[in-house]
């Protein structure tokens, strides 16, 4: 059974940083990635970064500015999102998914319809 659990939200000043974790279970190389999405109110569900189970590569959306950095550990059952440089517009609750890194690197999208439970990001003073 694939079980996904977010951990490490919270409210921070803008600037600050955050280390975001998502601790998976049942997962094996089936899955071609772990990405991290978010949603903020009234706003469209979009992804943030991606790595793939198999050889490491990484997506990051290209709004990030190099902002955030995806890893994982090495029995690839965590993944964790370190978020630096907050801003407001990062406010949203943040969710990690089985996903599918488009060749080339060009995008990250879910797949198998895996989901943790979210954990609340918020930037403000």
């Known amino acids: 059974q694939v079980h996904l659990v977010e951990s490490g939200g919270g409210l921070v000043q803008p600037g600050g940083s955050l280390r975001l974790s998502c601790a998976a279970s049942?997962?094996?190389?089936?899955?071609?990635?772990i990405g991290w999405f978010r949603q903020a109110p009234g706003k469209e569900r979009e992804g943030v970064s991606c790595?793939?189970?198999?050889?490491?590569?990484?997506y990051y959306t290209n709004s990030l500015k190099g902002r955030f950095t995806i890893s994982r550990d090495n029995g690839k059952n965590t993944v964790y999102l370190q978020m630096n440089r907050l801003k407001p517009e990062d406010t949203a609750v943040y969710y990690c998914?089985?996903?599918?890194?488009?060749?080339?690197?060009?995008?990250?999208?879910?797949?198998?319809?895996?989901w943790g439970q979210g954990t609340q990001v918020t930037v403000s003073s």
């Open positions: 998914a089985t996903a599918w890194i488009v060749p080339g690197g060009l995008g990250c999208h879910p797949e198998y319809d895996y």
């Open positions: 049942g997962i094996t190389l089936d899955y071609s990635a």
């Open positions: 790595i793939s189970l198999s050889d490491g590569s990484t």
